[in-house]
Nanobody
Framework: QAQLVESGGGLVQAGGSLRLSCAAS????????MGWFRQAPGKEREFVAA????????WYADSVKGRFTLSRDAAKNTMSLQMNSLKPEDTAIYYC????????????????WGPGTQVTVSS
């Protein structure tokens, strides 16, 4: 069974930075795409960013473009999300996801999920 584990969440002041990581382990999965989603209290889970595991391709939500950068390390089976210029509205639980069968921006199509890591941005 494939497993995803997030790390790097925490509390930061507005304007600060955090770096989230997602480590994949377990059986070899069809890791065509890996992505990040987030869910704030009382809101639906929303797309943040995604990256193609083979070849080129990165996608970002408009709300994070220019502030967040997604990267991968195939040798270490990890994906990282560098988050700069954080805003209070970025506060949410951030989830790592892998293996999509549809649109990369739609959580419904992802097969594997991590347990999530809390990011809190204070004003």
């Amino acid at each position: 069974q494939a497993q995803l584990v997030e790390s790097g969440g925490g509390l930061v002041q507005a304007g600060g930075s955090l770096r989230l990581s997602c480590a994949a382990s377990g059986r070899a999965l069809n890791r065509n795409v890996m992505g990040w989603f987030r869910q704030a209290p009382g809101k639906e889970r929303e797309f943040v960013a995604a990256i193609a595991w083979i070849g080129e391709g990165t996608w970002y939500a408009d709300s994070v473009k220019g502030r967040f950068t997604l990267s991968r390390d195939a040798a270490k089976n990890t994906m990282s999300l560098q988050m700069n210029s954080l805003k209070p509205e970025d506060t949410a639980i951030y989830y790592c996801a892998a293996e999509t069968t549809g649109r990369v921006t739609t959580s419904l199509y992802y097969k594997y999920w991590g347990p999530g890591t809390q990011v809190t941005v204070s004003s």
